[in-house]
Nanobody, 125 residues
Framework: QLQLVESGGGLVQPGGSLSLSCTAS????????IGWFRQAPGKEREPVAC????????NFGDAQRYRQTISRDNANNSVHLRINRLEADDTGVYYC??????????????????WGQGTQVTVSS
C-alpha cells in the first residue's frame, strides 16, 4: 500500500517562493505517476502538475504553470513542486496523489488512487 505525506506548506508573502515535498512513507514511487492538486477555499480541487514514472511532466492551469517546477527522485521516494513568484490565488490546500497508470498524467483526480493528507499554502501580505 502506497502512503503519501506532503510537507513544505506555510504562510508566504506574494512574490516569494515555496517548495513542497511529497514522500512515500510506505511503498515506492517507481511505478506511479505523481500529481499535485490544489483546493482553494470554496472551489473544486484542481490539477497543478503531474509527473510520470518515466519523468515526463505536465503543468496545468493558466497563471501558475509558468512559475512552477515539478520533479521526482525515485531513489528517495519523493516528488517536489516548487512555486516561484507566489500570488494570492495560489492559496489552497495542496495534495499529492499517486496513479497506478504510471505512464500517464491526467487532470482528473479520480485517476489517482492514493492521496496524502494535504499541506496548507497561504499567500498573503
Amino acid at each position: 500500500q502506497l502512503q503519501l505525506v506532503e510537507s513544505g506548506g506555510g504562510l508566504v508573502q506574494p512574490g516569494g517562493s515555496l517548495s513542497l515535498s511529497c514522500t512515500a512513507s510506505e511503498g515506492s514511487f517507481n511505478d506511479y505517476a505523481i500529481g499535485w492538486f490544489r483546493q482553494a477555499p470554496g472551489k473544486e480541487r484542481e490539477p497543478v502538475a503531474c509527473i510520470t514514472r518515466g519523468g515526463a511532466y505536465v503543468n496545468f492551469g493558466d497563471a501558475q504553470r509558468y512559475r512552477q517546477t515539478i520533479s521526482r527522485d525515485n531513489a528517495n521516494n519523493s516528488v517536489h513542486l516548487r512555486i516561484n513568484r507566489l500570488e494570492a490565488d495560489d492559496t489552497g490546500v495542496y495534495y499529492c496523489a499517486a496513479s497506478s497508470r504510471g505512464s500517464s498524467c491526467t487532470p482528473n483526480p479520480t485517476d489517482f488512487e492514493s492521496w496524502g493528507q494535504g499541506t496548507q499554502v497561504t499567500v498573503s501580505s
